[in-house]
């Protein structure tokens, strides 16, 4: 977008080609931010519908303080993470219910499906057990590697969309990547041991 001032302008207008325009520059990447926290197609999709939804509704208050894609992968990221949290209140709910001889099997089917249209037939069982161990690591460091390794944005981008600082970005990526090393290893010790 050549012109990021009056193309902002012209979603504050609520012109409609607009919207079309930022829906078609930033719907895949909004997508790719959003399967990074529901490895489930049909889920990033819901989500990333709601990310639109949010930057229709909230443009008004876009401040400029970032430029536009932070401000909208802020926005992905937020949602992704409360998505995540909400999952995580329900799984101790379910812990407790489980804790008080509730029927818990009847309730909550298993749901050991993945679908992620980036990996192959063959590929899905790796990466089902990759996004597992994701699944593992602290929000922070999650979002700040799968902005750097999927959406290859900088740390300097990552900063501003997480807002925090470069250091921190650095520190988070670096831990990310250890504790994903430790989880795998341990994975792979445990499966060559059986």
Request: hydrophobic residues 40%; charged residues 25%.
């Amino acid at each position: 977008m050549k012109d990021e001032a009056q193309f902002i302008a012209a979603l504050r207008a609520g012109q409609e080609a607009a919207f079309r325009n930022l829906v078609a520059e930033y719907q895949q990447r909004v997508l790719n931010t959003c399967l990074s926290y529901v490895p489930d197609l049909q889920e990033a999709e819901n989500l990333t519908q709601e990310v639109f939804v949010e930057v229709f509704l909230s443009i008004q208050h876009f401040r400029g303080e970032a430029g536009l894609s932070t401000w909208i992968y802020r926005i992905a990221c937020n949602k992704g993470l409360a998505l995540l949290r909400h999952r995580n209140a329900g799984k101790r709910r379910n812990f407790f219910q489980r804790l008080l001889s509730l029927d818990f099997a009847e309730q909550h089917p298993a749901q050991d499906a993945f679908h992620h249209p980036g990996f192959a037939l063959e590929q899905q069982e790796s990466a089902a057990l990759l996004f597992r161990q994701l699944d593992k690591l602290p929000e922070n460091q999650r979002s700040a590697l799968m902005l750097h390794k999927v959406e290859g944005l900088s740390y300097q981008e990552i900063a501003e969309v997480l807002q925090t600082t470069l250091p921190a970005v650095e520190s988070l990526i670096h831990r990310a990547k250890g504790n994903l090393r430790k989880h795998l290893h341990q994975h792979f010790d445990q499966f060559y041991q059986e």
